[in-house]
Every structure is written in C-alpha cells, then in structure tokens.
C-alpha cells in the first residue's frame, strides 16, 4: 500500500500560471482534504470532501478549487497562481470524516513557488 | 481566542528529560482529540488519540482536561528521535474536520 500519494513533489511557477495537485489514496478511504502549511501558520484547511461526490470550502479556499475525480483522486487546482500561494501543499484522507478518533493519513506534500 | 493553541517553543532537552506540552482549545463542543507528530520537512503522522480518561502509548502519556479545556502530552526518557514538531488537533463541531494548532517544536541533544 502506498497510503496518500502527491504530485508533484516541487514546483515554480509564475504569477498567473494555473496547475494541478494531483493527489490519490489507496486506503478506501471516503473523506480527503487539501491543506497548505506556511510557517507560523500551521495546518490550514482549504478544501475538503467528505465523500465521493461531495466537497466542501475549509478555512482558507479563495483562489483555489478542488475536484473529486473519484473515491481514489482529489485534486486541488490553482487557477491564476499568486506570491501569497507560496506554500506547502499536504492532502489527507480518512475513512471518514466526523467520527470519533478518525485518524487523517497524509501525504509527502508538495512545495509550491510562485514567483 | 484561537482555536487551538500551543506554546511554540522550541523546547531544548538534553536526551532522558521529561517534557511536557500543553495545548487550549476554545470549542466547549470538541469531541475528538489527538497529538499528531511531524519530522522537519515532512508529513504529519498520527502519534496517539487522546482520551477522557488519559491514556499512555511507552512513553508517551496524553490527557484531557474538559473543565479547562487543556489538552497535554508528556514525553519520558526523551530520545534523539523525538526531536520534531508536536500538534495539537481537535475536531470542529459540525464539522467533519479537525483544527491543528501550530505546533510546539522539540529539541532533544546528547
């Protein structure tokens, strides 16, 4: 099993450009989520979906948007990337979401440059 | 007040110390709990749930506090290899997501 997988790694992009994360988890999990980490910031929540079909805005979603492709894939899409959007990018999934102790298994990340 | 909070350190040990965390929360209504665990430049991990009644994982002991609404993990016998970030997290009410705190930074030297 290899749990939450990420592409990409890394990536620079300018101003404007738009891109996809692409994340997929093999662990049949229902709920999946997209994260971005910045120092001193912590783990903020930009998008979530709780199940197959469904996504929900986390705290954090202005200028982004996600689509659960299926059970498996969850991408997170930056339509007109910005400097503010500099950031570690972490998905997650769970079995799902709002049961007690549901464990979130994450990602390796992807670090994202916007220049 | 935020969500989760936590002291952010860095917390410098020499290795067999005892360290303690502490994290508030501000949602009287949270229910579930954990101590998520992330090594420089990587992913979070899943240390240990915490439960009501306080539980213990070797040498980790994580308790809750409802009254005060205080969460705390405790490291015995530190390791070179505890040395990482430690989150506190918390579920939202109504919500089918959790709130990570930023995190309180270890240090454990020889």
């Known amino acids: 099993n290899a749990g939450v997988t990420q592409t990409p790694k890394f990536q620079v992009l300018k101003t404007g450009q738009s891109m996809t994360l692409q994340c997929a988890q093999d662990?049949?999990?229902?709920?999946m989520y997209w994260y971005r980490q910045d120092p001193g910031m912590g783990l903020r929540l930009i998008y979530y979906?709780?199940?197959?079909?469904?996504?929900d805005k986390g705290e954090v979603p202005n200028g982004y948007n996600v689509s659960r492709l299926n059970k498996r894939e969850f991408s997170l899409r930056l339509e007109s990337a910005a400097p503010s959007q500099t950031s570690v990018y972490f998905c997650?999934?769970?079995?799902?979401?709002?049961?007690?102790?549901?464990?979130?298994?994450f990602g390796p990340g992807t670090r994202l440059t916007v220049l | 007040r935020k969500e989760v909070e936590q002291d952010p350190g860095p917390f410098n040990v020499p290795e067999g110390a005892t360290v303690a965390f502490n994290c508030t929360y501000s949602?009287?209504?949270?229910?579930?709990f954990f101590w998520y665990r992330q090594d420089c430049r990587k992913e979070p991990k899943l240390l240990m749930s915490?439960?009501?009644s306080g539980n213990e994982d070797g040498r980790f002991t994580a308790q809750l506090n409802r009254a005060s609404q205080y969460i705390s993990l405790l490291i015995r016998d530190s390791k070179l290899s505890d040395s990482a970030t430690y989150l506190c997290v918390v579920n939202r009410e109504g919500y089918s997501t959790l709130t990570f705190g930023k995190g309180t930074m270890l240090l454990v030297s020889p």
């Open positions: 979906s709780a199940s197959e079909g469904t996504t």
């Open positions: 915490v439960y009501s």
């Open positions: 949602n009287s209504a949270s229910q579930s």
């Open positions: 997650a999934s769970s079995e799902s979401g709002g049961t007690f102790y549901n464990e979130q298994f």
């Open positions: 662990m049949n999990h229902n709920s």
